[in-house]
């Protein structure tokens, strides 16, 4: 039986890594796994807490599942979407690098 | 230490690096690579909390399907292979930094909580209970338009991903 806290910490640290990814990496494409990492974390806390939840009020607890659902489709329609952008930026710059995706500089 | 700590601490040791081998690794088809193996160990700890429905989600949409369309993108987009620059930016120790201090933060705050120190119990084997889930997605009293708001996002996401990409002729006039 494995404590709350273990999950809890083992989330936090996989955020954290993801975040550090988002804010140093030149990427787009690394970037965008970044934030990948960030939801997995989030995802790992609320069915951990679905599983507190429901050895503490019985079976039954729809809403956390639900909740992870929704981020499933977030994530998957994010990234169809952050892939399509990489790939038409791409074409226009050859490049995936952040840094030199300057279209919209006056 | 029971036999499903150890799994779990085994699973999470795995994940948290091929996580950091993500943001750290050089060549980008590496890191894609070491991203599956992060989200086949979310997946096992899915599993360790007795949800199967979305460790089985878990490998059929991100190692199925997400991962797939990065590695798509990454042997589309030609410069990403080469590694001889870094692939972190100059000041890369500021974020390290912030994400240190972050995680510093919500493990103190968390550790102030009361029950941080539960322990998860076996849960019975109809805990997770997926028909209920399933109705609750197409009551009207339960979840209903947050699910069909979510169907119409990805589908609308889907069209826009393809309208963005498509290759245009230029405009002949």
């Known amino acids: 039986m ?34 990948e990492l960030m939801l997995n974390a989030v995802n790992i806390n609320l069915l951990a807490f679905w599983h507190y939840h429901t050895q503490l009020q019985g079976a039954g607890q729809i809403t956390p599942q639900v909740f992870v659902a929704m981020v499933f489709i977030v994530a998957a329609a994010e990234v169809a979407v952050g892939l399509a952008l990489i790939i038409s930026a791409y074409r226009r710059r050859e490049t995936p690098v952040v840094d030199e995706m300057t279209l919209l500089k006056g | 230490m029971s036999g499903l700590q150890i799994v779990f601490l085994i699973v999470a040791v795995v994940t948290l690096f091929s996580g950091v081998m993500v943001v750290a690794s050089r060549k ?4 894609a690579l ?27 949409v991100y190692i199925g399907a997400i991962s797939i369309l990065i590695i798509f993108t990454l042997m589309l987009t030609r410069r990403v292979m080469d590694d001889e620059h ?11 930094v912030m994400a240190v201090i972050l995680f510093g933060l919500i493990a103190g705050f968390l550790a102030t909580w009361e029950d941080f120190q ?11 209970n997926l028909a209920a889930f399933g109705s609750a997605l197409v009551n009207p009293a339960g979840y209903v338009i947050p699910f069909e708001v979510a169907s119409v996002l990805l589908l609308a996401a889907l069209v826009g991903a393809i309208y963005i990409a498509v290759e245009r002729k230029e405009k002949t006039r």
Not at chain 2, 28 to 31: I, N
């Open chain 1, 2 to 35: 494995i404590p709350l806290s273990w999950y809890l910490i083992a989330a936090a640290a996989l955020f954290c890594i993801g975040l550090f990814g988002v804010l140093s990496r030149k990427n787009a494409v690394s970037i965008l796994m970044s934030v």
């Open chain 2, 28 to 31: 980008m088809m590496h890191s």
């Open chain 2, 34 to 60: 070491w991203l599956i193996l992060t989200l086949l160990g979310v997946a096992i700890l899915f599993a360790t909390l007795q949800a199967g429905f979305f460790a089985i989600v878990q490998v059929l």
């Open chain 2, 86 to 96: 870094p692939q972190v930016i100059k000041g890369w120790w500021l974020p390290a």
């Open chain 2, 118 to 128: 539960v322990m998860l119990n076996e849960l019975p084997a109809d805990a997770e």
